[in-house]
């Protein structure tokens, strides 16, 4: 797969934290471990950043950051299995297959090992398996991005939603905040798909999944356009495709007239360094960033409180950022040194 200069800089990343998962952990008294759902992303070295300057902070932790280069929901399993077998002080868990990974939180739990879930939690009936989960409130995530299209389009239209994996618990929340917030519905009250409420419906073949394909996003983006012609919004809740800008820009120039007057209206999910010239130039309206640094941070802080015997609120907030094309080249994504 082709990547930008910043995703191979990820996959080399992936390289040295896959390597850290053989070795030994240094002289630091307690080893945390942080299971990320894949590594060639954008999204992955902040976390990774976070994760070593809290471990830094706190003198006596090791951070140990892995996760499968490819997303790959059943290695993801087993390299947090292998860290429970490895017997590290505390491990913090980005669930790729919420009920799978369920089962390994049962095992930690099962050897004391403290839990703690970041940006994708477990499913609901298993949350007793964590202490906290850390990250976004995604169902207000996804109400974000779709406030952004109703600001631009009162009228309704037509909509494709992008997504990542279809089982991922937190971006299925997402697209249900995208429909819901169009449609003009309750959260206790949720639209399976959008069919004409409020004037909003979703054309054949959307939403459309990528499964953390970079070069697939981007190809579904060209795909979406071709065959939508007169599209009213796109809405991705991650960056995949803008991670491969110069597919991205291919597919999204030849509209740039439409983009210009807002006849198409396109939201994406992330704020990261591939993602902020598109913005600038008017490739996309907004784009609505997490904070990965804070969910790396945050865990490993989480789980020092855990080893020594601290209690953690259930939900741990980590916020996000709107960005315009305003501001993508100089205040956006900028995050704060802790």
């Not at 993801?76 to 077998?85: F, P």
């Not at 999944?209 to 579904?220: H, K, M």
């Amino acid at each position: 797969m082709s990547l930008s200069g910043s995703l191979k800089f990820t996959l080399s990343s992936a390289a040295i934290a896959l390597c850290a998962f053989g070795a030994t952990a240094n002289a630091a008294d307690r080893e945390f471990a942080l299971v990320f759902k894949v590594l060639n992303n954008a999204f992955s070295p902040p976390i990774d950043a976070g994760c070593k300057d809290a471990a830094k902070k706190l003198g006596d932790v090791t951070c140990t950051y892995i996760g499968p280069t490819e997303y790959d929901e059943a290695k993801q399993v087993q390299l947090a299995q292998d860290m429970i077998t490895r017997g590290v002080d505390g491990l913090g868990i980005s669930a790729g297959n919420p009920k799978a990974m369920a089962r390994i939180l049962k095992m930690a739990n099962d050897k004391g090992i403290p839990v703690v879930t970041f940006d994708t939690d477990v499913l609901p009936e298993d949350a007793g398996l964590r202490a906290t989960y850390i990250g976004t409130d995604n169902y207000s995530f996804g109400v974000e991005l779709a406030k952004k299209v109703l600001e631009n389009k009162k009228e309704g239209g037509t909509v494709c939603i992008q997504s990542g994996a279809p089982a991922s618990e937190n971006l299925k929340a997402r697209v249900q905040g995208i429909r819901d917030t169009l449609a003009g519905a309750s959260k206790d009250q949720p639209v399976a798909t959008l069919t004409g409420q409020n004037g909003w419906t979703e054309p054949a073949g959307c939403p459309v999944y990528n499964n953390d394909d970079i070069a697939l996003a981007a190809q579904q983006v060209r795909d979406v356009m071709t065959n939508h012609p007169d599209l009213s919004a796109f809405v991705a809740v991650g960056g995949w495709a803008q991670y491969a800008p110069q597919a991205y820009k291919q597919a999204m120039e030849p509209l740039k007239e439409r983009l210009d007057k807002k006849d198409l209206v396109v939201v994406f999910g992330d704020n990261f360094g591939p993602q902020l010239p598109l913005l600038a130039e008017g490739l996309s309206h907004y784009n609505i960033g997490q904070r990965p640094y804070d969910m790396g941070y945050e865990t490993i802080m989480a789980l020092d409180k855990l080893t020594k015997g601290e209690k953690l609120e259930p939900f741990i907030q980590t916020g996000t950022e709107t960005c315009t094309p305003d501001d993508a080249l100089t205040t956006c994504g900028k995050v704060a040194a802790k």
